[in-house]
């Protein structure tokens, strides 16, 4: 798995992994991967922050959360939107799978296991409820676009996932 985070000044870490990602508050952004990094530079925090997907509706809240963690450490900053490269499923750090799973949410496969899941109908999801992975796709769409909404058929559960995006 690769990491989103390529400069991150470890005195601003502790405070970027106390904002939490406003749909899924059981992650921060760190753990979802979104800081590509944050620096200090004469006396500004420069903060570089990447979408999920192009045109999140999270991002401007995410800026404006890291923008109040920071000043009640007494930082001024400065946030920006990095597009590419484009952020990936594989920048969840292993606590955020972990994380998503314990909130309920089925935590993205590999991408070809994902195309197998969403097209082919393949049985490859685990149920966050009971963890069997005899579920199926309800929708391709759930709470959100970067989710899919399942149904395990054990435990009758619904539940989320989280589609892999590369």
């Known amino acids: 798995m690769t990491t989103t985070a390529q400069n991150i000044d470890k005195r601003l870490e502790e405070i970027l992994t106390s904002v939490s990602d406003p749909e899924i508050?059981?992650?921060?952004?760190?753990?979802?991967?979104?800081?590509?990094?944050?620096?200090?530079?004469?006396?500004?925090?420069?903060?570089?922050?990447?979408?999920?997907?192009?045109?999140?509706p999270a991002m401007d809240v995410i800026g404006d959360d890291i923008q109040k963690a920071l000043a009640e450490a007494d930082y001024k900053s400065r946030v920006e939107l990095v597009l590419a490269p484009a952020w990936t499923t594989d920048w969840i750090t292993p606590k955020g799978r972990r994380a998503l799973e314990a909130y309920g949410i089925a935590a993205p496969l590999n991408e070809e296991a994902d195309k197998n899941v969403l097209l082919g109908g393949k049985q490859l999801v685990k149920c966050t409820n009971c963890g069997s992975k005899n579920t199926r796709m309800v929708s391709q769409f759930g709470s959100t676009a970067c989710k899919a909404q399942f149904q395990c058929n054990d435990c009758q559960e619904p539940f989320d996932y989280f589609k892999c995006l590369k």
């Open 25 to 56: 508050p059981v992650l921060s952004i760190m753990d979802m991967g979104v800081v590509r990094s944050a620096i200090i530079k004469d006396d500004m925090v420069h903060v570089e922050i990447t979408p999920t997907y192009s045109g999140c």
